[in-house]
């Protein structure tokens, strides 16, 4: 059974940081890419940011590029995702996913199979 587990997520100050982690098991991660999607309250999942199986080919969402970073440790079947220089507009609850090998747009949450159940991350002004 797969399953991916977020942790990480908190209340934090405008301009903080924190840190999100999603392990997995179940799966052989080195071969998925992953993947981190986030969801506000009243509003679509959107993704933010994503990264390939060997920790290449990272994408950013234009709303989170130059303040978030995605990276992972295949050893540990951990992905993370960090975040700097956080708005109340990034208040939202963060999951990770799993895409499998050869699927393209890293983008579309259509393409993942599998998800965590999320950590909630809240900004205050």
């Known amino acids: 059974q797969v399953q991916l587990v977020e942790s990480g997520g908190g209340l934090v100050q405008a301009g903080g940081s924190l840190r999100l982690s999603c392990t997995a098991s179940g799966l052989t991660f080195a071969s998925y890419s992953m993947g981190w999607f986030r969801q506000a309250p009243g509003k679509e999942r959107e993704f933010a940011a994503s990264i390939g199986w060997s920790g290449g080919n990272t994408y950013y969402a234009d709303s989170v590029k130059g303040r978030f970073t995605i990276s992972r440790d295949n050893a540990k079947n951990t992905v993370y995702l960090q975040l700097n220089s956080l708005k109340p507009e990034d208040t939202a609850v963060y999951s990770c996913?799993?895409?499998?090998?050869?699927?393209?747009?890293?983008?579309?949450?259509?393409?993942?199979?599998?998800w965590g159940q999320g950590t909630q991350v809240t900004v205050s002004s």
């Open positions: 996913a799993a895409r499998p090998p050869g699927v393209a747009a890293p983008t579309d949450p259509l393409e993942y199979d599998y």
